[in-house]
């Protein structure tokens, strides 16, 4: 009997540390191979072409083009690309921006082994896995809750002009408003001013909420546009 191959992956993630431990983890199951390991949406993209490996474990919130937006932009080549999410945030709201992506999975950066390695091979064998707790059915609940939700949200992003959108992308980002200011090379006290005015648009009463928002116009934004 032939033996069988090994199932080939690139590891995407921003943080080196967090790779060697993700390589460490597996570098002693027999029947998985890590073939190359990136820090950038960019280098994942690139390196997808040119090894064509079986499958990508990526990181969610990596800077520049995040995994999200690498998953949507490699599957509009690859049609079949096997993509398995790692994240610190696993909510359902996360799972769906996932599933949009083409992504055929989602675990929290904590999961033991067994779990990813177990994650691992059911996405390679073309399954959908997001925990144990998210059957087939539960899935297809969460999507449908998720798409009416968007409708909702994409609604609300069209109370915005270009200035509010663009501020949004760069709260999603964690910057603050000296370091907006800083990019428009206006005085803080304008980027305070047009922070309130959005939050004012969109009945936002604390900053953290709309943090959370930026977060998920960022998100909805990538994976909707054309």
């Not at 990181?59 to 509009?76: C, H, L, Q, Y």
């Amino acid at each position: 009997m032939a033996e069988s191959k090994p199932i080939r992956i690139i590891i995407a993630d921003d943080h080196k540390l967090f790779r060697s431990g993700i390589i460490s983890l597996l570098e002693d199951v027999e029947e998985i191979l890590i073939v190359s390991e990136v820090e950038s949406g960019e280098d994942l993209i690139e390196k997808y072409s040119e090894i064509n490996p079986d499958l990508i474990l990526v990181d969610i919130s990596m800077p520049g083009i995040n995994g999200i937006e690498a998953v949507k932009t490699i599957k509009r080549t690859y049609e079949d690309v096997k993509a398995l999410m790692l994240s610190m945030y696993d909510s359902d709201e996360y799972v769906f921006y996932a599933l949009k992506s083409g992504a055929k999975g989602l675990l929290s950066k904590n999961t033991m082994k067994g779990e990813l390695i177990h994650a691992i091979k059911s996405v390679y064998s073309g399954k959908r896995y997001f925990g144990k707790t998210l059957n087939e059915e539960k899935l297809i609940e969460l999507e449908k809750k998720y798409r009416m939700l968007v409708s909702t949200d994409l609604e609300s992003f069209n109370q915005l002009n270009m200035k509010d959108k663009n501020i949004l992308e760069y709260i999603s980002k964690g910057m603050t408003s000296q370091e907006i200011a800083d990019q428009y090379k206006v005085s803080k006290k304008a980027i305070d001013y047009y922070r309130s005015r959005i939050m004012q648009r969109l009945g936002i009463k604390s900053l953290p909420e709309l943090i959370s928002y930026a977060v998920r116009y960022s998100m909805i934004n990538k994976l909707f546009e054309e």
